[in-house]
């Protein structure tokens, strides 16, 4: 139980271009969810937490108009790299919140030339 | 604020033990544990919610002193596919969830 699925698992981009990737929890239903950027030898740094239904709320330092977040259900979720330059090239995670424990994706490996 | 976890980095033989420690500077209520193999995204491995919690996961198993704001992950007879960066981390309001720096765990043959 608790699968949780993104795409696409590589992208590779020319600078300017956006880029979204999709989040999906497969056998069940949550409320919030998080997205997260790690960098190479480096710990999950939380970009965002998006609850449906609202806006999602962004960590200080990340920008919310370059990193779009579209939490359309309880079940799906999209972050678009706007603009995207070679520094967001990096290893995006999604994640989903239930009952306490939070389940991840297989993560998304940007790489913006 | 980050929870800090040591060693930074460990090296074992198959069936060797190891335990990885994760101390936080403010009042934790849970702690949970993950682990992530190289590339992939991190897998969940245990939460201990009460102080003094211990809990186990095959030979994997963690301790929780609430009043110390510490717990220990404990890793006993090692096999290979225990290698792994692990992360600790504690829930924040609105479950978000702050990773500790992780600890790079290889287990040789």
């Known amino acids: 139980g608790a699968v949780v699925s993104q795409h696409p698992s590589w992208v590779i981009c020319k600078s300017g271009t956006s880029v979204k990737i999709e989040c999906r929890s497969l056998d069940f239903q949550a409320t919030t969810m998080f997205w997260y950027r790690q960098f190479p030898k480096q710990s999950l740094m939380l970009m965002a937490t998006?609850?449906?239904?609202?806006?999602?709320?962004?960590e200080q330092g990340v920008e919310k108009d370059k990193f779009l977040i579209n939490h359309a259900s309880l079940t799906l979720s999209t972050l678009t790299v706007t603009s995207a330059h070679p520094e967001d090239s990096s290893f995006y995670i999604c994640?989903?919140?239930?009952?306490?424990?939070?389940?991840f994706g297989p993560g998304t490996r940007l790489l913006v030339l | 604020q980050q929870p800090v976890q040591s060693p930074q980095a460990v090296i074992l033989r198959e069936g060797e033990d190891a335990v990885i420690n994760c101390s936080s500077s403010?009042?934790?209520?849970?702690v949970h544990w993950y682990r992530q193999k190289h590339g992939e995204a991190p897998v969940f491995l245990m939460i201990l919610l009460k102080g003094g919690e211990q809990k186990g996961h095959e030979k994997i198993s963690a301790s929780f002193n609430e009043k110390k704001q510490q717990s220990s992950l404990y890793l006993t007879a090692s096999q290979l596919s225990y290698s792994g960066t692990y992360f600790c981390g504690h829930l924040e309001q609105g479950g978000k969830l702050i990773f500790g720096q992780g600890t790079e765990l290889s287990v040789k043959p």
């Open positions: 994640s989903w919140l239930l009952q306490e424990t939070q389940y």
């Open positions: 998006s609850n449906e239904g609202s806006k999602a709320t962004y």
């Open positions: 403010k009042a934790l209520y849970s």
